[in-house]
């Protein structure tokens, strides 16, 4: 094969600090056009963005000569960045972790809409309850008192559901 040919899409969310409702509807209504901004420097691509005031979700195209890694830490720290220049008295910060994974492409559409209905989505499911089932479908190892801000919860292990 004479080129490289690649489709890595990613499902990104990651919360403000201390899981604070900082997200206003002005800064939601500006913040994914400025990841779309960040993105596009990286040759990536955001696909739908979306969120409540606690927390974003990014359905996000990278090339794989990009660390997804690098990429977060540059969409979370300008724009971090960005909404405490724009809106100074929010007193913004993003939490220091994130929650990474994978997207195949039958399953895009189905992301989008995902996080189109967020708002919709939450009136019925905590951000803690969401973040647990990702976390258990994705069969990826957790404890709850990490997930909690460091209660002393009792830890969990990935579900086979």
Known sequence: MGDSYHACHYHLIFACKDRQPLLTDAILSELFSYVHGLLDVRESLLIKGGGIADHVHLLIRVPPKHAPSDVIRDIKANSSRWIREKWPKVGF?????????????????????????????????????????????????????????????????????
């Not at 895009?108 to 976390?135: G, P, V």
Request: hydrophobic share 30%.
């Open 93 to 161: 910060a993003w939490q220091d972790g994130y929650g990474l994974f994978t997207v195949s492409m039958s399953l895009i559409a189905k992301t989008k809409e995902y996080i189109e209905k967020q708002a919709e989505h939450h009136r019925k499911m905590t951000f803690l309850d969401e973040l647990k089932r990702y976390l258990k479908n994705h069969e990826i190892s957790f404890e709850t008192r990490f997930l909690e801000g460091g209660d002393d919860t009792a830890g969990d292990a990935p579900s086979s559901e």
